[in-house]
């Protein structure tokens, strides 16, 4: 069964940055798209970023120019930098994947990390 392990969330004030970090493993890594969702409270899951295998991105348009979604085949793992964070930002990150080519979500979730911006 594919795995993919979220970490890096936390508690943060507006302006403020972080990096979450997303690993898989039992999974051919490389082949396969990975993105980044998120969740806040009362609302649905949206796509924040993602990244194909052949390293060409995709943001949503509330996160561009402040969000970086990164890969580093060799670890199995996908980053996420997320910098001038927002208190819009808050919410649960999940990566997924289970896709090899488009933006759609694929069957596989990680347990998801907690971010929350607040001063």
């Known amino acids: 069964q594919v795995q993919l392990v979220e970490s890096g969330g936390g508690l943060v004030q507006p302006g403020g940055s972080l990096r979450l970090s997303c690993r898989a493993s039992?999974?051919?890594?490389?082949?396969?798209?990975i993105g980044w969702y998120r969740q806040a409270p009362g609302k649905q899951r949206e796509l924040v970023a993602a990244?194909?295998?052949?390293?060409?991105?995709n943001y949503s348009d509330s996160v561009k120019g402040r969000f970086t979604i990164s890969r580093d085949n060799g670890m199995n793992t996908v980053y996420l930098q997320m910098n001038s964070l927002e208190s819009e930002d808050t919410a649960v990150y999940y990566c997924?994947?289970?896709?090899?080519?488009?933006?759609?979500?694929?069957?596989?979730w990680g347990q998801g990390t907690q971010v929350t911006v607040s001063s």
């Open positions: 997924n994947t289970g896709m090899t080519i488009g933006w759609a979500p694929g069957n596989y």
């Open positions: 039992r999974i051919l890594f490389r082949n396969y798209v």
């Open positions: 990244v194909s295998s052949g390293g060409t991105t």
